[in-house]
């Protein structure tokens, strides 16, 4: 009687494999779908369709082997089917995709769309039969990984297409976190008007708004930045942050402050002008005066020729001017 459990548990795994490779190669051509490798592992919490927990017995199996107490026979078998003994399934990959579809399916209860993101700092703990138990885990972190090596191509085409399945954007910049992220900078500008009358075009680095879980609406201000002078923002987002007043650079000058440091340059230069003027007209009094005495002391002498080589001489009596 152990024995046919065993091999009915074993059929249920070799069951679960088969599943899991139709799901993270549907789509993917023939010579894409040959090459998939199941990662060795059965989330904890995994049952048939009979209600068996496969999950559960895998682990079982796992802990025989590490006593010495499993067959010789079945851990050949388990190992032809590609189990790994070594794995944790608080570390496996399809645990941690299976936490990401409960996230989704967490957001989405009440009949809202998911906006493909997970926040950073979002923390998950190792489930048993549905129930949160174990050490805490980072999921934010986890797809932040995801897209990472989805940018440097590293990820695999399977891992890709289940992660699309739940909808999880690639791109911290798409359009519906951006949208939400916009609107949360709304209301930011909303508050900060009612309280102290204008925005100033920023948001604190550190700022985060008060959903759960919290949103860093500072630093996707900075992302945006950052996303523009590399040329990657996309011009619609452009004019909609501009139209709000958002500064472009923490250094950027408001239209007020402008206003202002634009009055206090004219003042100044107007009083420069003055100043120039004034300056001017006592150094032509005082070169006139000098020129005066000059010429009362001694006379100009003008000589020219002409013809057979006539000499004149003028006399020039300048009178004195006053001013």
Known sequence: KANQKWECM?????KFIDKRRKQETEGLPEE?????VWDGNVPTNEKADDGKAIGRWVNNQRTAKTKGSLKEERIKRLEDAGLKWSV??????????????????????DGSEWD???????????RADGHFAGEDRNLGRWVNRQRSLFQAGKLRKDRQVALEKLGLKWSMLDSTTWDAMYGNLIRYIEEKKATSGEWDGNVPANYRTQDNPPRALG???????????KRKLKPEHVDKLTVLGLKWSVH???AKELEEIDREEIERAAASAAAAEIAKEDEIMNGTSNNNAVDEQKPETVSSSSGGGLEMSVVTSVASMQV
């Open 10 to 14: 074993f059929e249920h795994l070799l």
């Open 32 to 36: 894409e779908k040959d090459l998939w």
């Open 88 to 109: 944790l399934s608080s570390n496996s990959w399809n645990d941690t995709l299976e936490e990401l579809r409960l996230y989704v399916a967490e957001q989405t209860k």
């Open 116 to 126: 493909g993101n997970v926040p950073t700092n979002y923390q998950i703990k190792a």
């Open 219 to 229: 630093r996707w201000i900075n992302r945006q930045r950052t996303a523009r002078v």
């Open 252 to 254: 950027e000058r408001t």
